[in-house]
């Protein structure tokens, strides 16, 4: 079947403008995942989603950054007034219930 | 904080030799899960381990979970080119925790 799917692949933007990032989990995943892999770094978790519980937002780094989960599939990362800093790979993963998570291939950003 | 140590950061050897990767931290975990990442994808689940002292064989890898719970290990035995990747170690705290706490990851090259 279908893995996680994730689109752009790469967004180059300038500092200042919003993007936003979508992903298509798994079909019948219940519970779906962001999280920030940066130069170096590890992956950073950003926010979960599971069923219709009101989503996780603790690992978020700024109030620039938002998600939203429509009719408890697709997402979309919405980062606003973006800076430098926030170039990195976002990556999105999906898993039913707690279980082992899926992960998308990721969108690479660069903020210029 | 980094609560989860890997070394070493990266890694280049022969085909053929043995290496070892290790995942340290100060913290009790629940489980810890070991993924390998290929550029330009996501962390694909190699395998998990919940009880302390445990150890698991997958083909070529040996993984083994610390008596206490707050460290372990990657070895691999006569490394292949196809073991290429960064390797990345997760922690959870607590059972069917969703919340993963990533090592920094240790990139592995083996040369042909």
């Known amino acids: 079947g279908a893995g996680v799917s994730q689109s752009p692949s790469n967004k180059v933007t300038e500092k200042g403008k919003d993007v936003e990032l979508r992903c298509d989990p798994i079909s019948g995943h219940t519970a779906l995942y962001w999280y920030r892999q940066s130069l170096g770094q590890g992956l950073e978790f950003l926010i979960y989603f599971q069923g219709n519980s009101a989503p996780d937002k603790s690992g978020l780094p700024s109030d620039r950054f938002s998600a939203e989960r429509t009719g408890g599939s697709v997402s979309t990362l919405t980062i606003q007034r973006t800076q430098q800093e926030d170039s990195a790979v976002y990556l999105c993963?999906?898993?039913?219930?707690?279980?082992?998570?899926?992960f998308g291939p990721g969108t690479r950003l660069t903020v210029l | 904080t980094q609560l989860l140590e890997q070394s070493p950061q990266f890694l280049s050897i022969q085909e053929g030799e043995n290496l070892t990767v290790y995942c340290n931290s100060s913290?009790?975990?629940?489980?810890l899960q070991w993924y390998r990442q290929e550029p330009g994808e996501g962390p694909v689940l190699l395998v998990t381990?919940?009880?302390?002292?445990e150890v698991k064989k997958l083909k070529r890898l040996t993984f083994q979970f610390g008596d206490a719970r707050k460290d372990s290990s990657l070895h691999i035995t006569a490394a292949q080119p196809g073991d290429t990747g960064l390797y990345l170690c997760?922690?959870?705290?607590?059972?069917?925790?969703?919340?993963?706490?990533f090592g920094k990851g240790t990139k592995l090259s083996v040369i042909p």
């Open positions: 381990v919940v009880t302390g002292g």
């Open positions: 993963a999906s898993s039913y219930g707690q279980g082992r998570q899926y």
């Open positions: 913290s009790v975990f629940s489980s």
């Open positions: 997760a922690g959870s705290h607590g059972a069917g925790s969703y919340q993963l706490t």
